[in-house]
């Protein structure tokens, strides 16, 4: 198996491609602006309602302005086989923004189907028959390639009806790599294409058809932009997997180091990009074309490790944008077209998070809002309840504010810290040991205490500190003091009387109190 794989790498064609970057408003249409003069690339990821497809356009525009584009999938459409379920279908959205950037057959140079699944190839048949690309590469499918009878859906009639577009329209279908098709080629000026994973074995069995993904990379000004389709880990099984699966064979043949921009694979779902992927890509720029809840909590901290907030979800921008649009320019600078925005909360398929003024979302951080300190965890998400931020224990209320002095959490008092503590203490970190708190001494357990109970939760009852022992306020004290509160004074406890100093200190011994002698054992109960 190991050996099918690495010979199913094939290097494919190299090309040049320059792309337009559409106008930002809410669902608009790509405004066309064509820079003549300035040869450019750019990549458009549609955002198609934040759905899990692809559909991704290339254009490269030369020098004198003139155009070529290509495409790699087409994101899903609302064919479906007969007596199959209705699916949501992105055709009039993918032709609509193609029909903006003035795509033609003219221009229209290819168009990649990644591999035989609805989701990035349901709408190739729409895309090729209404703009005519001059060559459509995809691989050969069949139902007797995918192991597991649960993972064949609709694959065929997607396939079947994406080759018929192509020879319906005089394209030229290339479905396996041949000695003609590795020769390099250009669209534009500039960009040069490889395809990865092209060649065929008809008698290779997969788990699922994702790991037969077709892989485009580009390399353009000095910057690499890789495009993963459905790439995966696994091959026979869907666990991720170190030995067999795409990632490690384009990893151990060097063919993936050093991404400028990448595609997370797979939508981000587990089983593909894979900690080894991440590090041998080391990208600058993340985009997800899916849903953000897709990603596994380990996955997104490496993602805000590797680029922070250079990643970009289409999920959380279909309604701010009709694609995200990458520009590499001659100087192999990158831009992009997300709009300044007003850093605020968003609400995302995975919950409550916060946009900075980029838009991008941000993860392990602390949020000073409306005088309110909010925590977005490590997958980004608004924390609630008990977090533990670099060595300190916060507690954030169920409204994801910062909790600050007296808390009752499961019968148990807390104290975090406010504003101008003494001891400098991160405001809203919890408190432990002794806490002077209005003119009256606590005690908040520290780690390793006798009793078993919770650390910084508040003491009650008998405390043995530094061989003293004190007392501390049970609930339902006569006296009326606070629960926890230190006594000083006289003590009746159990018909045994004790004595508290003005530290807190238990009494043994002989001592004067108020002019009089009195004698307290070594338990610190009075004799006489």
């Not at 970057?21 to 602006?33: G, I």
């Not at 903006?100 to 989701?119: M, P, Q, R, W, Y």
């Not at 389709?229 to 490690?248: A, I, K, Q, R």
Request: glycine content about 10%.
């Amino acid at each position: 198996m190991l050996n099918r794989i690495i010979k199913n790498i094939g290097l494919l064609m190299c090309c040049s491609v320059m792309l337009i970057t559409p106008a930002v408003t809410a669902n608009a249409a790509v405004e066309e602006k064509t820079v003549g003069g300035t040869p450019s690339v750019k990549v458009h990821f549609l955002t198609l309602r934040g759905a899990d497809t692809d559909a991704i356009v290339l254009e490269a525009t030369d020098a004198d302005g003139t155009k070529h584009f290509g495409m790699v999938d087409a994101a899903d459409d609302t064919n479906v086989p007969p007596g199959g379920a209705p699916t949501p279908g992105y055709e009039d959205e993918v032709n609509e923004y193609l029909t903006k950037l003035n795509v033609n057959h003219d221009n229209f140079e290819f168009f990649i189907g990644t591999h035989a699944h609805s989701d990035h190839i349901g709408g190739a048949d729409e895309v090729i028959r209404a703009f005519g690309p001059q060559r459509v590469y995809i691989k050969p499918y069949s139902d007797n390639n995918v192991l597991s009878a649960d993972r064949k859906w609709d694959n065929a009639y997607v396939y079947a009806d994406t080759i018929k577009a192509a020879q319906d329209t005089n394209a030229k279908l290339i479905t396996k790599s041949t000695p003609v098709d590795k020769e390099e080629f250009k669209l534009g000026e500039s960009a040069d294409i490889e395809l990865f994973n092209f060649e065929y074995d008809p008698n290779e069995k997969f788990y699922d058809i994702n790991s037969a993904s077709i892989i485009t990379k580009m390399s353009v000004f000095g910057r690499k932009v890789l495009l993963t389709g459905d790439m995966n880990t696994y091959t026979t099984s869907n666990v991720e997997d170190d030995v067999y699966g795409l990632e490690s064979a384009l990893i151990r043949m060097k063919l993936v180091k050093d991404i400028d921009i990448y595609k997370l694979a797979h939508h981000g779902i587990a089983g593909s990009n894979s900690k080894a992927m991440l590090d041998e890509a080391n990208p600058k720029y993340i985009v997800q074309t899916g849903y953000l809840g897709n990603i596994p909590n380990a996955t997104m901290a490496q993602i805000n490790q590797k680029v922070g907030s250079k990643f970009y979800s289409t999920s959380s921008y279909y309604n701010l944008l009709s694609a995200i649009v990458f520009t590499i320019n001659t100087d192999g600078s990158i831009e992009t077209n997300i709009p300044k925005f007003t850093p605020g909360f968003v609400t995302t398929p995975r919950g409550t998070q916060y946009a900075d003024n980029n838009g991008a979302l941000i993860f392990n951080q602390w949020i000073l809002t409306g005088n309110k300190w909010y925590y977005f965890g490590p997958n980004g998400l608004m924390q609630r309840g008990w977090v533990y931020f670099e060595n300190r224990w916060y507690y954030l209320n169920s409204d994801g504010t910062m909790k600050t002095g007296w808390l009752l959490d499961s019968g148990r008092w807390y104290y975090l810290n406010e504003d101008g503590n003494t001891d400098r203490a991160p405001v809203g970190s919890m408190k432990t040991g002794w806490l002077l708190n209005g003119n009256r001494w606590y005690y908040l357990n520290e780690e390793g205490n006798t009793d078993g109970s919770p650390v910084g939760s508040m003491k009650t009852s008998w405390l043995l500190w530094k061989g003293k022992w004190y007392y501390l306020n049970p609930e339902g004290n006569a006296d009326g003091a606070p629960v926890g509160s230190m006594k000083t004074g006289w003590l009746s406890y159990y018909g045994n009387w004790y004595y508290l100093l003005s530290n807190g200190e238990m009494v043994t011994g002989t001592v004067t109190i108020d002019g009089k002698r009195y004698t307290f054992n070594s338990d610190g109960k009075l004799i006489s």
